[in-house]
């Protein structure tokens, strides 16, 4: 059995003792020197902590392992938003088949953004309980069978219920953002962060670009077919690289392991004290998401923001095709006009990265002098590009003989910039500021931007078709432009008054208060083993 100095003892709901053993040194743990305790069996049921067993959790992949890993998270995310994106070049074609009106078309945008929304939110809990794998899993197979039911549709309803089921079957990123967190501590997380923050916006642009040349040389089936085949392909390529990273799952996996090596009375903490996935437990997993996105205004404001940049993209579906027809340029050519903003997410990714470095550097140096508001510095630079490309693509989309179609590509990167950091830096702001609240804070912000962007497909054509009369396409985009001014400003205010804000904020408090006892708790540690290392002196007589 463990040494006394590394086990309490308390009462699990049914009045049996359990043992709880934990590592001696959390330090040790963190630099994954943990090795795994051999226990032995006794008439105490002995509690297998996360702690206790760390060496087998994700954050001790190998670096190798954890890229593979981050790498089939890429293609599953980037599949997703290509969903989302490449059924714009299929609503064009819909009022011949279907016999409706171009109104009518968008509504399976909509409805797929906003079931998308809610679909990401109602798959968290599921994962946190049983497992990221399997969950994402059975989220993939979902989404490809209701990719059969849209390409084969017989009308219009048919279309609209498998778009729903397609969004509401989507895990997104509370799932994929989730699985960093089992690999990655908030403290060094950002190159992992950076990374699927760039796999979920270039789904949305690999969309329209492949979407250009479906709509012009396919038939509108194929649309939905080529969405199942890579849905089916990212599905096999998650299933035989992907392991289980969630921590409580792995712990409880040990603890079986164990018992079976005739350790009978190891169990992990979710099967002493786990409450299940109970109606009351789902409900407050899944409204607390909600409740921290209109209650916390750091969640809010910059929800708000993200949410906006993200629906500018689904707006330009609808403004790229009256913009860019001035110059003649058929649906292919529109496709590949959203290279440009894919330029500008890669350019963004790569500015990134001194920051990040940067932020390591301070992190290792002088970890008390780095607070959450220092991942919001990338933000004062590359958010002011959002209103920046709006403006100056909204006044270069004049057409012939004006401008040159080349124009308004180069503010595309511009809006590229902006979107891709103002996506990574918010994430990467409320993960580090909200702790153990961070999926709740995060899906708050993902929720957002699916959202807008569904509504998008409401106001986007009324916005480039009848603001204005003969300039119509660039009132449209100086509306934006005007907004995204207003937008931004709070970044500014969130980096100076950050501290304050989240010294008024219940949760924040809570995992300062929290820190706080564990910093004290690791420096007695290491007082202890100090003490206990120091050699007795004898006196000499």
Known sequence: MASPADCQLSTDSAGTTVEKVETPNSTQAQNNSVTLQPLVASDTKIELTERSCYPVLGFCFPTKKKWIILSAIFAVQTSMNFNASVYGNVIPLLPERYGITMKEARYGQLIFLIAYA????????????????????????????????????????????????????????????????????????????????????????????????????????????????????????????????????????????????????????????????????????????????????????????????????????????????????????????????????????????????????????????????????????????????????????????????IAPMFFSVLIGIANYAIYGATIDYMVLSYGVYAASATGGNGFARDFLAGIAALYSHPLYHSLGGRWHLSYGSTLLGCLAFFFTIPIFGFYWLGPWFRSHSHFARKLQEQRRIDNELEVRSREDSRHASRPEVSEVM
């Open 118 to 405: 809610f679909g990401c939110e109602l798959w968290a809990p599921w994962s946190e309980e049983l497992g990221r794998k399997w969950i994402l899993q059975a989220s993939l197979g979902l989404v490809n069978i209701w990719q059969i039911l849209c390409g084969l549709a017989p009308n219009h309803t048919a279309l609209l219920v498998g778009r729903f089921l397609g969004g509401l079957s989507s895990a997104g990123g509370s799932v994929t953002l989730g699985m960093v967190a089992d690999m990655w501590h908030p403290e060094s997380h950002q190159h992992a962060i950076a990374f699927v923050v760039l796999s979920s916006v270039m789904g949305s642009v690999i969309g329209p670009v492949c979407g250009g040349f479906i709509q012009q040389y396919l038939r509108l089936e194929w649309n939905f077919g080529i969405q199942f085949l890579l849905g089916l392909v990212v599905q096999i390529f998650h299933l035989i690289l992907v392991p289980e990273t969630r921590s409580s799952v792995l712990c409880k996996r040990e603890a079986q392991r164990r018992r079976k090596l005739g350790q009978k009375n190891i169990f992990a903490t979710i099967e002493i004290h786990g409450r299940g996935l109970t109606l009351k437990r789902i409900l407050q997993i899944w409204v607390r998401p909600f409740w921290m996105f209109f209650a916390e205004p750091i969640v809010l404001c910059l929800s708000l923001l993200s949410g906006f940049s993200d629906a500018l993209i689904f707006t330009f579906l609808e403004s790229y095709g009256p913009v860019y027809r001035q110059w003649n340029f058929t649906p292919s050519q529109i496709g590949l006009a959203f290279i440009p903003i894919g330029v500008g997410y890669i350019i963004a990714y790569l500015i990134w990265l001194p920051f990040i470095r940067r932020d390591l550097r301070r992190q290792q140096q002088q970890p008390e002098s780095l607070k959450p508001e220092s991942r919001l510095f990338y933000l004062l630079f590359t958010s002011p590009l959002l209103c920046m490309g709006l403006f100056g693509f909204a006044w270069t989309s004049l057409g012939p003989p004006y401008t040159p179609w």
